[in-house]
């Protein structure tokens, strides 16, 4: 059997669907990661949040110009168009609901049994996103994680698999609401170049409704999510 063939096989082969109990672990580990190891899961976070504005600017026209992702967990991603307008607005809303919503297509992909097609996956958005990056710290980022989610992908056991893949839907769900939070409890006089306040001047609608706005769709995304997840644990323990 060819290395090709063996990749599809392992992308197409049906996973096992966790019990109740694991389910729940899973969960609680991830939640555990999101409190005690902040830094580290903000890191993903932030490169969903620059893949949600880079996906964004393509879709609606704009020219991507490139990506950059910081030390201290933030991130730039700096595109060319007009300054207003409705692309302008969808890339910046997309940032903050992007981990979130990353999350989501994990939980549906993971919840149908395709835990390392859902792995696939990701290790594709990664390697496109590569392309874009424009700094060292960001690549290193990139490739790391890139690069982990392709050897698990390739080596790992089936039932780690179903682990790791349920583990990074329940991951990015419960962390994707935080920096939402932070933003909100930040002054206003903090935050003049975040997303919310370059919202606001563009379109007059003021700040909180934007973050009122993301919060409603990183809760949302967590609640839909753990139903994707749970009737197909139901189905197996019931």
């Known amino acids: ?7 599809w096989r392992r992308v197409t082969t049906a996973s096992p669907i966790p019990d109740a109990s694991t389910l729940m672990v899973i969960g609680f580990v991830a939640f555990g990661c ?9 890191m993903v976070v932030t490169v969903c949040h620059e893949a949600g504005h880079a996906v964004a600017a ?8 490139g990506i950059r992702l910081h030390s201290d967990t933030s ?5 060319r168009g007009r300054p207003s307008g409705a692309g302008m607005v969808l890339t910046l809303f997309a940032g903050y609901p992007a981990a979130s919503l990353v999350g989501l297509l994990a ?9 390392t097609a859902m792995l696939a996956l990701l290790v594709v958005m990664l390697a496109l996103m590569l392309l874009k990056i424009r700094n060292v710290h960001g690549a290193l980022v990139v490739l790391a994680l890139g690069g982990g989610l392709a050897l698990a992908a390739w080596f ?20 994707g609401p935080r920096p939402v939070l932070e933003l909100a409890l930040r ?16 379109t007059h609608v ?18 839909l999510g753990t139903v994707m997840m749970l009737p197909s644990v139901t189905t197996v323990t019931g």
């Open 34 to 42: 999101v409190v005690l190891a902040w830094p580290a899961v903000r």
């Open 75 to 79: 991130g730039l991603t700096l595109t």
């Open 107 to 115: 939980a549906a992909i993971a919840g149908a049994g395709h835990a």
């Open 1 to 7: 059997m060819s290395v090709l063939e063996d990749l």
């Open 187 to 202: 002054p206003a006089n903090q935050t003049r170049g975040s997303d919310a306040a370059q919202l606001a001047r563009l």
């Open 58 to 65: 393509t879709a609606t026209g704009r020219s991507l110009q």
């Open 206 to 223: 003021p700040r909180p409704v934007w973050i009122v706005l993301w919060l409603g769709v990183t809760i949302g995304a967590l609640v």
């Open 156 to 175: 790992a056991p089936g039932q780690v698999l179903v682990w790791l893949a349920y583990g990074l839907a329940w991951l990015l769900l419960l962390a």
